[in-house]
């Protein structure tokens, strides 16, 4: 194939940069569905909503400022100078009868916990202290999650305290329990785990059974001393492994709060558990602070993320204080993350918000010093403030006129212009499609304009168009894009004005003029579901949620979709409106009443409100919590209940806006521009021409693009994507034998026939270094890093880099090795039968190797692994195995026909292939997507993704090439 070789970097970034493309079995939304509000987490720091000295047994009633009613708050419960041995327990009021242990004591100890339940329905929570002595109670709030159920991957639902397991566990021993009363798609449990009758301290160590057990504890606990800690688990078939690390019997009590839901997180603020990491250990010096890097650290993405899960422990200080974390460069907090008395280790599991650079501060609010340990357990994703891309000439002829325009990830838009033809923007920049038998809507001749075009991927796209006197073209012709060219469907005596697609299978266009409905998609064909009234106009277009379900306002009434068909929600409370749905449980309406222009909230059963409303504009809806509108003079944001007001983002303008998470919006108007993260960015002026802009769109990874009669303006986080040659590590054409790379900044090669050296590379340029003596020749074949200071190498034995030096851990003959983490790794080479072998690193040693099944394909020439444990290596006959609790699949082929050649995970648990024939798919653990065809230069070798905005690939030639995003 002579074909550019950059362009399966491209063709990769799409792939790491789609939410999910058509084929994927996934819990998370398709790209350009509306975010889904249940269970996102919001930060709202309401500091010591409650402090005070309560009696024995003593209850009371806390109110939660800035928590929406029955919210799932996120809570931080301390005790100090306890009496006597009890616990602090919490419930909600009107709610289930079941309170949860938030913090366990013993008389003097002073301990912390994290709690998660949900308020009342007048935002409060009930509080208890279940002891026969006082103590001093300190509640502080973190944030919350978004009420409605959970729909997309990572998002967090809530069930009433249930005791799962409550078992003795022996010393140095294990027990395996299962939570009752989760979803099938929950992935991980957010469980309370409270350690008791403890004759010497220890750990309790939690994972899923069958899998890898980790050294990160889940509770460290003293002699004689109860301790309670929250924690996120993955949760496997057959349950959860408890283990005791110490040397006396323990009961272990574990409770069940909530889970999160499977998939790949993708929407800000849900929450991405991670393989557990330690990202700190040492000393903090009495009234010191030790800042923390969390972002591009470990498995955690550079950019992107709001907040870190972390475990802060604390081991035997000399005296008694407390530990402080928050974000880096914040303001000194008097909130007691984790308090520690002399002698006594602890820990707690804690959401800490992130610094502009990714870091947290752990500061130690004690006179003596104390040994720190912080480890990485997960993050919350959230939304990167923008920045405006100068104008980017779009090549058009003559003076086309940019009207809708629809972007799914930040290396696919497509948009519409005035001369039926569409432009396309790839990651680098804006070209039109090929000529008229696919870049222009087919069998249309004459001058017409693209009305609506909807995109979910970049192979499904739906348009329409009408004609220069108006008039729908093609009666009813509807045109889908696959990628390559434009197909017309055809819907029989309807006209369409308007299609929105949330999936590839459920689609709704809006009539063009009168009509007796809307028509839909169904993934094969059109049919138009009547209303129980015909005049419904075009210009009263639904609001779909999701796949199935919409809605729309009309004279008076609301109409709802489902079960594919229309039926009359009832009447309406006001005339004239607006209507936007964040879910099929929250409707906001904003029109006329006899008392003025106001909003109304459907619940998916009733109307409730009647609040006037400050803006007459358009609301955007992300969440049940989070509605933004604006006009020429004033910003409107709805948090469920009430309008709060701001200035304008654009004074003088009426601006197009679009939001795709709560706290985060585009807006346009004119020439200028301005983004929303809490407060609107000092607007930014597009190019000199005053040039009207009115078209915007925003997907759900931050990029948003604008669009005008002749520009087109890319807006994203830290500038536009950009695929770079990095050269070859040496001055003459090499090949690259192996390749990983953990950062954008920090890769690793080496070359046939260079033998002990590795080329390290620093976003720059390249270095040489070595493993052993230069005189012994290793051969190294195979190269892993998950950071700067965890590497692998294997050929001529197995090796191990700590950011300074190589050491040998074994004499095994591997080929290949692949780590999730610096505790787990999976090496493979050749058997004595001639098939495939492997070996895992545990952290201090490799096991002993075992054949790995079929052997007619021969060894792996291919391996990743992602965290969790799961891993996939591909054979000589292109065949992909996957390995699972120890086991390895049969080999099979898993895009067609086509033999695989190379395979990689990101950080973000997506698995990648290619194959000799330049397809790729990915694997986020339900199963290979449909194979999206790319072009390569000779035979693709091998690829690496350090996380879901950068990968890199090497060809036959040792060329390597990055893409970033």
């Known amino acids: 194939m002579n074909k550019a070789g950059r362009s399966i970097v491209l063709a990769i970034g799409m792939l790491v940069a789609l939410v999910v493309p058509p084929g994927t079995a996934s819990a998370a939304p398709a790209a350009g569905a509306v975010t889904p509000g249940g269970g996102l987490y919001v930060r709202a720091p309401a500091p010591a909503v409650h402090s005070s000295t309560m009696p024995a047994h003593a209850v009371r009633q806390i109110n939660l400022p800035n928590v929406p009613a029955g919210a799932p708050v996120s809570l931080a419960v301390s005790v100090a100078a306890p009496a006597t041995s009890g616990s602090v327990d919490l419930r909600t009021p009107g709610g289930s009868s079941a309170e949860l242990a938030a913090v366990t004591f013993a008389a003097g100890q002073s301990t912390s916990s994290t709690a998660v339940l949900p308020a009342s329905a007048s935002r409060t929570i009930e509080i208890r202290n279940d002891s026969g002595g006082s103590v001093q109670v300190r509640v502080d709030v973190d944030g919350y999650y978004t009420t409605g159920s959970p729909t997309t991957a990572g998002a967090f639902g809530t069930v009433a305290p249930t005791v799962f397991g409550s078992t003795s566990v022996a010393p140095g021993g294990s027990v395996t329990v299962k939570p009752s009363g989760l979803p099938v798609s929950a992935a991980v449990v957010a469980a309370s785990f409270t350690v008791a009758g403890a004759a010497a301290g220890g750990t309790l160590v939690t994972y899923p059974a069958g899998a890898s057990r980790p050294f990160t504890p889940t509770v460290v606990f003293s002699a004689g001393r109860p301790q309670t800690s929250f924690s996120w688990v993955r949760t496997a078939p057959s349950g959860i492994t408890l283990v005791n690390t110490s040397t006396a019997p323990i009961t272990v009590t574990a409770t069940a709060v909530g889970y999160l839901l499977a998939g790949e997180p993708s929407v800000a603020g849900t929450l991405q558990k991670v393989a557990p990491a330690g990202i700190f250990a040492g000393t903090v010096g009495a009234g010191g602070t030790q800042q923390v890097q969390v972002s591009g650290v470990a498995t955690v993405p550079q950019t992107g993320v709001d907040a870190a899960v972390l475990l802060v422990s604390v081991g035997s200080a000399t005296g008694s204080g407390y530990l402080n974390a928050v974000a880096a460069g914040a303001p000194r907090s008097t909130a007691p993350t984790l308090p520690f008395t002399s002698g006594r280790p602890?820990?707690?599991?804690v959401v800490v918000p992130l610094s502009s650079a990714g870091a947290v501060a752990v500061r130690n609010v004690s006179s003596v010093a104390a040994p720190v340990r912080v480890e990485i357990v997960g993050y919350?994703?959230?939304?990167?403030?923008?920045?405006?891309?100068?104008?980017v000439q779009v090549n058009t002829q003559g003076s086309a006129q940019y009207g809708p325009v629809s972007c799914v990830s930040a290396t696919f838009c497509l948009a519409g212009e005035g001369t039926g033809f569409f432009v396309r923007w790839d990651g680098k920049g804006w070209s039109r499609l090929d000529d008229r038998g696919s870049g222009i809507v087919p069998a249309l001749d004459g001058?017409?304009?693209?009305?609506s075009v909807s995109c979910v991927s970049q192979k499904f796209c739906a348009s329409t168009t009408l004609s220069e006197d108006g008039n729908s073209v093609g009666s009813g012709l509807i045109s889908f894009w696959n990628g390559t060219t434009w197909n017309g469907q055809d819907i029989p005596d309807w006209g369409a004005r308007a299609v929105t697609c949330p999936t590839t299978t459920f689609c709704m266009a809006s009539p063009d003029g009168i009509s007796s409905g809307y028509a839909v998609w169904n993934g094969s064909a059109w049919a138009v579901a009547p209303t129980p009234e015909r005049d419904f106009l075009w210009d009263v277009p639904p609001s779909c949620p999701v796949a199935g379900r919409c809605f729309a306002l009309h004279q008076g009434t609301l109409w709802a979709f489902a079960a594919g068909a229309w039926s009359s929600a009832g009447a309406a409370p006001l005339t004239n409106a607006?209507?936007?749905?964040?879910?099929?449980?929250?409707?906001?309406?904003?029109?006329?009443?006899?008392?003025?222009?106001q909003s109304f909230v459907f619940d998916g059963s009733r109307w409730s409100g009647g609040v006037n409303a400050p803006v007459a504009g358009i609301p955007h809806c992300s969440s049940a919590t989070f509605c933004l509108t604006a006009d020429a003079t004033t910003t409107a944001v709805f948090s469920g209940s009430a309008w709060s007001t701001s200035p304008a983002p654009l004074p003088g303008g009426v601006p197009e806006i679009s939001c795709t998470a709560a706290e985060f919006c585009g807006a346009v108007a004119d020439n200028r521009a301005s983004t929303w993260s809490g407060s609107w960015r000092a607007p930014s002026?597009?190019?000199?021409?005053p040039e009207e802009f009115d078209r915007i769109s925003c997907?759900?990874?931050?990029?948003?693009?604008?669009?005008?009669?002749l520009d087109a303006h890319v807006l994203r986080p830290g500038g536009p994507t950009t695929t770079t040659a990095l050269g070859t590590p040496l001055d003459s054409p090499v090949v690259i034998s192996a390749l990983s790379c953990a950062s954008a900044s920090f890769c690793l090669a080496t070359v046939a026939g260079q033998f002990s050296a590795v080329f390290t590379f620093d976003g720059s340029t390249w270095a040489e270094s070595s493993i052993g003596d230069p005189s012994d020749h290793v051969d190294i074949r195979g190269l892993s890093?998950?950071?700067?200071?965890?590497?692998?190498?294997?050929?001529?034995g197995t090796y191990r880099w700590d950011g300074a030096t190589w050491t040998r851990t074994s004499d095994l003959q591997m080929s290949l090795v692949s780590c999730s983490g610096p505790t787990s790794c999976v090496a493979t080479g050749r058997g004595s039968s001639g098939g495939g072998t492997s070996a895992t690193w545990d952290g201090s040693r490799w096991n002993t190797p075992k054949p790995m099944g079929d052997a007619t394909g021969g060894p792996a020439v291919s391996l990743a692994c992602r965290a969790g444990g799961l891993c996939f290596a591909v054979d000589g006959a292109g065949r992909v195995s996957a390995l699972q609790a120890g086991t390895w699949s049969a080999p099979a082929k898993v895009v067609g026909a086509s033999p695989v050649v190379a395979v990689s995970c990101s950080s973000f648990a997506v698995c990648v292939v290619v194959t000799a024939d330049g397809k790729v798919s990915q694997n986020k653990g339900v199963g290979w997507a449909a194979p999206v065809v790319v072009d390569t230069v000779g035979r693709p070798r091998d690829i690496s993704?350090?996380?879901?905005?950068?990968?890199?690939?090497v060809d036959d030639t040792g060329k390597v090439v990055r893409a970033t995003t």
């Open 346 to 349: 602890g820990s707690v599991s």
């Open 380 to 391: 919350v994703l959230g939304s990167s403030r923008l920045t405006w891309a100068p104008p």
């Open 447 to 451: 001058y017409f304009t693209v009305t």
């Open 578 to 597: 607006e209507l936007s749905c964040a879910s099929v449980t929250f409707c906001l309406a904003v029109g006329d009443t006899a008392a003025g222009r």
């Open 685 to 689: 002026v597009l190019s000199d021409d």
């Open 699 to 709: 997907g759900t990874d931050g990029v948003c693009v604008a669009a005008d009669r």
């Open 785 to 796: 890093c998950t950071g700067p200071t965890f590497c692998t190498a294997v050929g001529d």
């Open 945 to 953: 993704c350090g996380d879901r905005t950068f990968c890199a690939v």
